[in-house]
């Protein structure tokens, strides 16, 4: 495993300059370097949006929320790890390797509807930093890392218990498992990456700096301007924290393992 520490991970190409003159490593190597797959991973962590209610695609929702940071990282098949800013909207455009109606189920997700039942509304298209991924080029999304401790969540109004949610670990990153044979356009197509030049890409959307050791309660109340309520349920709910659960095992290793020792803004999926 390529360790790298926080500061290594998150230093930037730095200015749109920058980025540009990077593009030219993203072009496509000979069939003879690759491995034989037809499939990139795609981990995303931090405070993230996975809007699940299309039937046609996963949208990836970057929420508005002062002293964050998106980045893209990658590792190419072949060269250097680099990474660059996250702006605008993204989408990725790919052959199809799966059912456009297969579903997607990741049980650590935290899910909205379980607070607000199913009649909630997704408006992750409206966060000022989107990705968008067709169905059809997804062949699995997975939790690979979850939080050492159980959460269960309280309403902020009234300090009840909210009993329609399962108290669990909850998901502090995914992995998506994307078709190879596609290009991820961000920043509205002026960044083009071949997905078959990429051995790794990793979204996280994280604080700069960590004001406490468990970030989650203070920054859940980003996910809310995105969604849409019944007006009967018209209240928002935060995360407590129910003791540790031991640090589980992650689902399988990649170069951008960060088992880090607080919580960072874990994601939510929306319905």
């Known amino acids: 495993m390529n360790r790298i520490n926080r500061r290594q ?3 930037a190409l730095g200015s749109a300059t920058a980025v540009s003159i990077a593009i030219p490593s993203f072009a496509s190597t000979s069939t003879a370097d690759k491995p034989a797959t037809d499939v990139t991973s795609l981990y995303v ?28 990282s990658f590792v190419p098949r072949n060269g250097t790890r680099q990474v ?11 052959k199809p390797i799966a059912s456009a ?22 408006h992750v298209d409206k966060c000022p930093g989107t990705i968008s991924i067709p169905r059809n080029t997804i062949r699995s999304v997975t939790a690979t890392e979850l939080t050492a401790s159980r959460y269960t969540f309280v309403r902020t109004d009234t300090g009840e218990e909210v009993t329609s949610f399962r108290p669990r670990q909850l998901a502090d990153a995914i992995r998506i498992e994307l078709s190879s044979a596609g290009t991820l356009k961000l920043d509205g197509g002026k960044v083009n990456i071949p997905l078959d030049t990429a051995r790794e890409l990793r979204v996280e959307y994280i604080p700069e700096k960590a004001a406490s050791t468990d970030p989650l309660p203070d920054h859940f109340h980003h996910y809310f301007p995105y969604i849409e309520r019944p007006a009967a ?25 960060m088992l880090d020792n607080v919580v960072v803004c874990s994601l939510v999926a929306v319905p």
């Not at 660059?84 to 790919?94: Q, R, S, T, Y």
């Not at 909205?112 to 199913?118: C, T, V």
């Open 84 to 94: 660059l800013a996250i702006k605008g909207h993204g989408a990725v455009e790919a």
């Open 9 to 11: 991970f998150l230093t």
């Open 101 to 122: 109606d297969t579903k997607i189920m990741v049980p650590e997700l935290i899910r909205m509807k379980e607070f607000y039942g199913s009649d909630v509304k997704s």
């Open 45 to 72: 962590k931090g405070l993230v949006m996975v809007d699940l209610g299309n039937p046609d695609l996963i949208r990836l929702g970057l929420p508005k929320a002062p002293g964050h940071r998106a980045t893209l």
């Open 233 to 257: 349920l018209d209240f928002d709910v935060v995360p407590r924290k129910l003791g540790a659960a031991g640090a589980p095992t992650p689902n399988g290793v990649h170069h951008f393992m």
